[in-house]
């Protein structure tokens, strides 16, 4: 019997067991013949010959073919016919390193202590982890994917995350997703809503910063941009010293170059600032009484209030309007800065809601003038509200125009 093996392109090599008479003297023990088409290795005419030349094939690469074929004859069966083998070997290979494959994974799979566990076990251990491995621990395998994508494991821990953040604006208020019912899941609302993850995704955009977002908010115009900045966060005893510093002392941030006068019976002045950038723009600071009438004990923000006009109709609500100095100032102005005191909630009360509404009343179809809320503590050590608290209590979801907490 004899076995064809496709070995090179240019010749055959056959394997077996040569009868012919001429090859007696190197095959009589039925040792294996190297034979290709045109000639015999054991012709003795042609052994000086080839005694010379290199052998075509070493004898370690015909003993591996021995035992491939072995192998394959053990697997397939053995015929009394000649069999040509076109591919078989590579065949029988590729199917033994798949089964081999394959058992493999059914062992892992076996031996995976958490792959059995139940579903809601698989979500507790998931719910101890952050945004950033949840993300990567999808890519592990299907089954891990499925898990960490459950929508109830994101919706909790947005709420547990999303008082840790310490930026909120208007197309990153989680609850803005909800309202509308958005087809977007709750993953997908926590990495474009939060603010670690979109700094880690835009590590080139500008830092968190009073000056940056300022930069942001600056209208990109040929004139010098009007800020109007206004709010209880200017006369809390707490916070107005912050104010001040960032205001008036030196810092490497924004630069004082000049005064400007008010346009205004006695309201619109303020000073010009410079950028790192170049960029220029005016501050005016908006407060509800001189500092000599705030001291007085027996006055009262709203009542004494030189910004606007608390009034109640017959049927007992209240109307706030502005003063006609103020309103016609606030007509000038391209951008607001509302400053509160972020210590407690009990900071932020109706009066200072009125306050606010009445400022972006008077500019109110002018949706692209935008609102930033600063939200003061007088310290690091000081507890600050988070910023969905504010956004909550200020009602700035109900806004028309872009805005920052």
């Known amino acids: 019997m004899m076995e064809i093996i496709p070995f090179d392109i240019s010749s055959t090599i ?60 053990k697997q397939m069966g053995d015929t009394n016919d000649i ?35 139940p579903l809601d076990c698989k979500l507790h251990i998931f719910s101890y982890l952050g945004p950033e491995d949840l993300s990567r621990i999808s890519a592990v395998c299907r089954d891990w994917y499925f898990v960490s994508e459950d929508s109830i ?12 953040w310490n930026v909120i604006g208007h197309k990153t208020n989680p609850a803005l997703y909800q309202e509308v019912q958005s087809d977007w899941s709750n993953k997908e609302i926590y990495l474009r809503c939060s603010p670690h993850i979109n700094k880690l995704m835009h590590k080139n955009d500008a830092v968190f910063s009073f000056t940056d977002f300022l930069k942001s908010f600056l209208p990109k115009k040929s004139w010098t941009p009007k800020i109007a900045m206004f709010g209880p966060g200017l006369e809390s005893d707490l916070t107005s010293g912050l104010v001040r510093k960032i205001l008036y002392d030196k810092n490497e941030h924004m630069e004082r170059t000049g005064l400007v006068s008010g346009q205004f019976e ?17 501050l005016s600071v908006l407060y509800s009484a001189s500092k000599q009438q ?8 709203v009542e004494g ?22 309103r016609d100032f606030c007509r000038t102005v391209d951008a607001f800065v509302f400053v509160v005191d972020g210590t407690s909630l009990d900071n932020l009360k109706a009066n200072e809601i009125y306050e606010l509404s009445a400022m972006l009343k ?9 609102l930033l809320v600063m939200s003061c503590i007088p310290n690091s050590l000081s507890l600050r509200l988070p910023c969905i608290n504010v956004v909550e209590a200020l009602h700035l979801g109900n806004l028309n125009r872009p805005y920052k907490c």
């Open 14 to 73: 056959y394997l077996g067991q040569c009868n012919t008479n001429s090859h007696n003297s190197c095959c009589s023990n039925g040792e294996i013949c190297l034979q290709t088409r045109n000639s015999c290795t054991c012709d003795s005419s042609r052994e000086e010959k080839i005694s010379q030349e290199t052998p075509i094939v070493d004898q370690t690469v015909i003993y591996a073919f021995k035992n491939l074929v072995r192998k394959y004859k």
């Open 83 to 117: 069999s040509i083998i076109t591919g078989g070997l590579q065949q029988y290979l590729n199917k033994k390193a798949l089964k081999k494959t394959d058992k493999t994974e059914d062992i892992h799979q076996q031996d995976s202590i958490f792959h059995n566990l």
């Open 153 to 164: 494991l994101w919706k909790e821990l947005m709420d547990r995350d999303v008082k840790k």
């Open 266 to 282: 006695g309201v619109g002045s303020g000073w010009c600032y410079k950028l790192p950038n170049g960029q220029t723009f005016q």
């Open 294 to 301: 705030r001291t007085q004990k027996l006055w009262n923000r």
């Open 305 to 326: 209030n030189n910004l606007i006009q608390v009034n109640k109709d017959e049927k007992g609500e209240t109307t706030v309007k502005l003063k006609p100095a103020v």
């Open 362 to 370: 008077e500019r109110w179809s002018d949706t692209h003038i935008p």
